[in-house]
């Protein structure tokens, strides 16, 4: 299968298209993709939660941490996007123009695991368990 990366994840009709990272060919990064996919999912779901409290430093931490996760696994665009939200929490800017952001990983995020789920059939199942 030939990696390919989706620039939006989410079509009008609300259908989900997968993100693929530009690591799917990797027979080292593709195994881990279904755990990094739960735990993006988690982090971004985190990263609400702490915009909506204004906690701006844990908000920055998160967003650090996403950061770094998905350029290693190849979701330049999600680190870019994650790296702007860091940079605003970081300097204070208005929850109203990072809200936006933390959406837009969201959505990148239900892409990440669209991809992981056509190639993993368990991942829909494994992706429910609650593991913290």
Do not use: C
Not at 49 to 65: I, K, P, Q, T, Y
């Amino acid at each position: 299968m030939k990696a390919l990366e989706a620039t939006r994840t989410v079509t009008d009709g609300g259908h989900v298209e997968p993100l693929w990272s530009t690591y799917m060919d990797d027979p080292v990064v593709r195994p881990l993709l279904p755990a990094f996919a739960k735990a993006l999912d988690e982090r971004v779901k985190r990263m609400g939660l702490m915009l909506s409290a204004g906690d701006f430093v844990e908000l920055a931490r998160l967003a650090h941490m996403v950061r770094g996760a998905a350029g290693s696994y190849g979701y330049s665009q999600i680190a870019d996007l994650a790296g702007a939200v860091e940079t605003g929490a970081r300097a204070g800017t208005q929850a109203s123009t990072i809200t936006p952001l933390v959406s837009e990983l969201a959505a990148m995020g239900a892409g990440v695991s669209a991809a992981v789920a056509s190639i993993d059939p368990n991942f829909a199942e494994w992706n429910s368990l609650n593991l913290e």
